[in-house]
């Protein structure tokens, strides 16, 4: 069975530095992978995916994730931090031609002024 | 254009009780999920609607859990002899559901609603 490991449960990250959020995968094949984000009261947003060709991909509000299959991995990253990035990020995987996703447990971003 | 939606935002019920969470897709999608998340976790998938069939339900905790989506748009979760341990928010989410590898389909979510059992 697939799972996703996000091994950080709160980071603060001052307004203006980078960010780099982890994302451990464990599937045989090759997965596809997503990043969420969700702020109080909201639903998930998605903010990029992967799914075959370029390992570094672009999302919106200015974050990018880099897929490394020799580190199982999908790092959320963002050089410079807004304070309205202050949320909930999830890190999913789906597997091929399977229509459901397995999320991992979050991290919660804070941003300090 | 409106995104997915669904009441009631806030349940409270008591524990024994009955609950039915509706959940309103995106116009034309022909795909819907619905998830649970508990405190601290992340969302789990409960059951798979492509059409008005669940074409996966192995999310479904127990058979105190049952949904339907009737005319293929709106899906209704209904909760029997609630407990404690179904308190969560419930999510919903809509896809435009493509035949072949839906992995690769983006699911759209709603805001939740969160049900409180007492």
């Known amino acids: 069975a697939q799972s996703v490991t996000q091994p950080d449960i709160h980071i603060t990250v001052s307004e203006g530095a980078s960010l780099e959020l982890r994302c451990n995968y464990s599937?045989?094949?090759?997965?596809?992978l997503f990043w969420y984000v969700q702020s109080p009261g909201q639903g998930l947003q998605l903010l990029l995916k992967?799914?075959?060709?370029?390992?570094l991909v672009q999302g919106i509000k200015g974050f990018e994730a880099e897929f490394k299959r020799s580190q199982s991995s999908f790092n959320l990253r963002k050089p410079s931090v807004h304070w309205s990035d202050a949320a909930e990020y999830f890190c999913?995987?789906?597997?091929?031609?399977?229509?459901?996703?397995?999320f991992g447990k979050g991290t919660m971003l804070l941003v300090s002024p | 254009g409106a995104g997915v939606s669904q009441t009631p935002s806030n349940k409270v019920t008591e524990k024994g009780k009955y609950v039915e969470l509706r959940c309103d897709p995106i116009?034309?999608?022909?795909?819907l999920y619905w998830y649970r998340q508990s405190l601290g976790q992340g969302p789990e998938f409960l059951i798979y609607?492509?059409?008005?069939?669940?074409?996966?339900d192995s999310g479904l905790p127990n058979d105190r859990f049952f949904a339907v989506r009737p005319e293929g748009s709106v899906s209704t979760l209904k909760i029997q002899r609630t407990e404690r341990g179904d308190s969560a928010v419930y999510l919903c989410?809509?896809?435009?559901?493509?035949?072949?590898?839906?992995?690769?389909?983006?699911?759209?979510f709603g805001p939740g609603t969160r049900l409180t059992v007492l």
């Open positions: 989410a809509s896809s435009v559901g493509l035949a072949g590898g839906l992995s690769t389909d983006t699911q759209y």
């Open positions: 599937y045989g094949a090759t997965p596809y």
């Open positions: 992967y799914f075959s060709g370029d390992t």
């Open positions: 999913a995987v789906g597997e091929t031609g399977y229509s459901t996703l397995t």
């Open positions: 116009s034309g999608h022909t795909a």
């Open positions: 609607f492509q059409g008005t069939g669940a074409a996966d």
